[in-house]
């Protein structure tokens, strides 16, 4: 199955910025034609989607952080990164990748990318 790495969390103030990256590893398809997604975890919550992108391209972002993070996806790379701005104490989470393809998600769930927004 498809397998994920995510880097780039760390400590940031209210107000700043990250970009996380995921790597897939496993993809015996073009992944262009895979759907990806980030999710986020936060202590005591329910994991909870972010963003997705499709194999269309379509990109659909949770409301919590609409205009203020960006999915984008390099095919050649087989990555997806997750830019944020404007980042909230209410982001801090652990942040996990996610493929799939059709209409069927990867059980794999990779260590994640612990992001932290405090002052």
């Known amino acids: 199955q498809v397998q994920t790495v995510e880097s780039g969390g760390g400590l940031v103030q209210p107000g700043g910025s990250l970009r996380l990256s995921c790597v897939a590893s496993g993809i015996i398809r073009p992944f262009s034609t895979y759907n990806m997604a980030w999710y986020r975890q936060a202590p005591g919550m329910q994991r909870e989607l972010v963003a997705s992108i499709n194999s269309a391209g379509r990109i659909n972002y949770a409301d919590s952080v609409k205009g203020r993070f960006t999915l984008s996806r390099n095919n050649a790379m087989k990555t997806v990164a997750l830019h944020m701005t404007g980042l909230k104490p209410e982001d801090t989470a652990v942040y996990y990748c996610?493929?799939?393809?059709?209409?069927?998600?990867?059980?794999?769930w990779g260590q994640g990318t612990q992001v932290t927004v405090s002052s």
């Open positions: 996610r493929a799939g393809y059709g209409s069927a998600w990867s059980e794999y």
